[in-house]
């Protein structure tokens, strides 16, 4: 359950919490035509706050717009304030931020290209999303039933509020049997994503990630990928199948909600000792430090607000 904060931003303006409505005919609702982001600000180890990586959001909600012919009627840098405006008006620091912009009401056909494009941005705090358990220990994943979209069917590189319907199958379907999250294959049936997160396996000490051919472009990925390097790891993208989890020595996943959390087993089988590794939990604490701003050289990283 969310609990409330005070303000939305909706099109361009401060709205209090309870007036940030819409109407039931909005296209979005009955068709899933929307784009959003999900963004954390942090408190920041100096006291200070800040956002985590703002602007490579703010471009890939614009880029996840442009996939489905929707224009945002603003400016990337329009965006970026406001997101910090939203933030100062409800006195957060640490907080989960939702960027969305939408196909409101009007034609309610399919083509719909003149309905207006709705902008909200909204925050609450929300902890870990896999529970601080999860993050601490691992948590326990199993393959879907359900493939992941196929490069031509959805679009895998917009974050499309209707692409989430594959993802919530997929999720409902393990939560249900007693998992906490979902590991989806894509429709060659190698490990793709899971289902609002990318991941990862460690194997004699290389990092191993899918390639971004039908997954997300995850701004933690990207930011998993450059620490790594930095502390001299090896990663590589590439494909990899169900059993190389099975025999892998850790297997994590990352995304801005989860941030990094470890999967201690999978399918029933516990991963490698059935504890977060070594790799794995040395990429936490660096990710940790780096959304924090305690390490200089990822300061570009963190916008002050
Ligand atoms: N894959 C999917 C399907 C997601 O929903 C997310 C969350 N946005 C991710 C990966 C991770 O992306 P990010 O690190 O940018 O949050």
Not at 22 to 30: E, G, K, R
Not at 53 to 71: D, G, N, P, Q, V
């Amino acid at each position: 359950m969310v609990d409330k904060l005070k303000k939305i931003w909706m099109n361009g303006k401060l709205v209090d919490w309870d007036n940030a409505q819409v109407h039931v005919l909005s296209h979005a609702l009955h068709y899933g035509t929307s784009v959003f982001e999900g963004v954390r600000s942090y408190e920041l180890a100096d006291g200070g706050r800040g956002v985590f990586r703002l602007k490579e959001h703010t471009k890939r909600l614009f880029e996840s717009a442009r996939i489905l012919l929707m224009t945002i009627p603003y400016t990337e840098d329009q965006i970026n304030d406001a997101i910090l405006e939203t933030l100062k008006a409800n006195d957060v620091k640490g907080a989960y931020i939702r960027p969305i912009a939408f196909i409101g009401e009007g034609a309610m056909g399919l083509y719909a290209v003149n309905n207006p494009v709705t902008v909200s941005i909204s925050c609450w705090v929300w902890g870990a999303y896999l529970g601080e358990e999860g993050v601490r220990n691992g948590i326990r994943g199993k393959v879907s039933s359900y493939a992941r979209m196929h490069v031509n069917t959805h679009m895998t590189k917009s974050k499309a509020g209707g692409n989430y319907i594959n993802s919530i199958l997929a999720k409902r379907e393990v939560s249900l049997a007693g998992y906490e999250e979902a590991i989806m294959l894509d429709t060659d049936g190698y490990v793709s994503e899971c289902s609002g997160e990318n991941i990862y396996v460690v194997k004699d000490g290389v990092i191993k990630t899918p390639p971004l051919t039908a997954v997300l472009n995850g701004i933690t990925r990207n930011s998993v990928i450059r620490i790594a390097r930095d502390e001299g790891l090896t990663l590589v993208e590439g494909r990899f199948t169900r059993d190389e989890m099975y025999v892998a020595d850790e297997v994590f996943m990352s995304g801005t909600a989860a941030e990094l959390t470890p999967i201690r087993e999978i399918d029933d089988r516990p991963v490698g000792t059935g504890k977060p590794g070594p790799v794995t939990k040395l990429l936490q604490e660096r990710y940790r430090q780096a959304v924090t701003g305690a390490l200089p050289k990822y300061a570009d990283w963190v916008t002050r607000f």
